[in-house]
């Protein structure tokens, strides 16, 4: 079995509460073939791979930032590409580049998604993320 955990960064680019959790439950689960998939920052032109503690971590290239979100086309790519070889996709709830993947329909396993906080600091995103956030909820039905 093979999982999959995507968020929009991890270690070393962030040591937060969320890649503690990531790294939790990949340390959690030895027995699985696991990967992460983040962004990285624009600077470097191709995904890159690395591991992180013996997990393979998949770093896309970021486009820009838009309020906090880190926009990669890559990412949308590397989930479509590894929908057909994981059988679970744990998200880190909140990356809409991951709630725009589910809403393209690139899933085909398990979904299970890691709610870490809401998104009501911006009230005016939020009227344009609500209906991605429901369709990733509806997906999880």
């Known amino acids: 079995m093979k999982i999959t955990q995507l ?4 270690w070393p680019d962030n040591g937060g509460g969320i890649a503690k959790v990531i790294e939790s439950i990949a340390d959690g689960l030895p027995e699985y073939e696991q990967q992460i998939i983040v962004c990285q920052d624009s600077k470097h032109k191709k995904c890159a791979d690395d591991h992180y503690k013996g997990i393979a971590v998949r770093r896309c290239r970021q486009l820009f930032t838009v309020a906090s979100t880190p926009v990669s086309v890559q990412f949308l790519r590397e989930i479509k590409r590894q929908a057909k070889d994981t059988d679970i996709f744990i998200y880190h ?13 690139f899933f ?12 009501e600091k911006n009230r005016k995103l939020a009227v344009l993320y609500k209906p991605l956030v429901r369709q990733t909820l509806k997906r999880l039905i």
């Open 108 to 119: 085909s396993g398990k979904l299970v998604v890691w709610w870490h906080c809401g998104f």
């Open 7 to 10: 968020f929009k960064i991890y």
């Open 93 to 105: 709830f909140p990356y809409p580049m991951v709630d725009l993947a589910i809403w393209f329909g």
